[in-house]
């Protein structure tokens, strides 16, 4: 226990923020396709509830899995979709999960209604509202303390066959927030989020006046949450004149597979209707080409500057500094008062220690000498 105390400055304690990234990659062959046989993927948890999908890397019941993201569908009661129940498989769930992720996400309005997504981020206009989303969760373990802004890609098979692997591969729509680093927004009640755009055969889709009016935006990407949303209009094929903006990124609609059966198909807007969210999480799994992103980590630092001067410090109360009432390392009373410094110790006001640090090896220390020792606490 220390006997002698030195006060800090303000210029001797600094903070500093440092975020770390790592690239986070997942394939399509992970999230369908390479454990069991799909839509029976060992490695894909489907609840009672039937309300969402957890996707993992490896068999779920292992130890060794990890848990990638969540996947689920919704749509609004106010969008197109919504109709007579009995016609609608699930209609009060989706409903429920599309105002449960839009009132988390985006807030609430002065109605207590959640408030829609919109393609631009322009909350209140019309004509842009997601009504129809996909929705990926990715799990804490991947993201981190938030996704990177302006890394995230995510390709999805945008094929009319109905074939199992002309799902994913044919005509890729590749799906960016590119420059989202620099312009991404802030008026969402999680933090930031940036705009999803799509292209195929790298342009945006939509004539040039389309992609003038929105830029082939499709969805949004809450970074600190770790959310993306896409809109169903993804799959939803060519423009019909007088459109605000794009529906879709291609020119004819997407099959998707329809659960009841595995081997029939249907349109986006029919598998959101008819078929179950378990069914629509498996009929987009399959189009899941490659998702990709960087995580950060952010380490916060305060550091403490130890500063020793030529005259403090030269003596030490080991115990062990004695021998029969003389100083250990003194042959003579002339000889020069010297000590080794091995340990930094940080106390309160109160003069209870806090943290401790060792340094890498004894430092010597005389009244010939100064030293400053540099203690990094990391949180």
Sequence with gaps: ??????????????????????????????????????????????????????????????????HLFDITVGYSASGSLSGAEGDRVQQPKKINIYNQMAGTLMGWDHTASAIRFDKDGNLGTTGDEIN?????????????????KGSFTIKLGGGRSGGQDGLRTESILTITDAGADTNYRVNSAVGDYGILSCSVGGAFSGTAAQRSADAGKVGLIFYQAGVAVLSASIFVGAITAGQAGPVGALAQDCYMLDDDTQTNYTTISGALTGTSISGCCDAIRRRVYDISFNNTTELNSTIHFCRINNSEYNYSSNPTYLSSSKLVVKNTQLDAPVSYLTTVGLYSADNELLAVAKVSEPLKKDPTNEMTLRVRLDY
């Design 1 to 66: 226990m220390a006997t002698v105390f030195k006060t800090f400055l303000n210029n001797d304690i600094k903070s500093t923020r440092t975020l770390l990234h790592e690239a986070i990659p997942i394939t399509g062959a992970i999230v369908s396709g390479t454990y069991g046989v799909f839509p029976n993927d060992t490695n894909v948890k489907n609840y009672a509830h039937g309300m969402f999908q957890s996707v993992y890397d490896y068999p779920y019941l292992s130890s060794s899995a990890n």
């Design 132 to 148: 129809d989303a996909i929705f990926l969760n990715f799990s804490r373990l991947l993201q981190k303390d938030e996704i990177k």
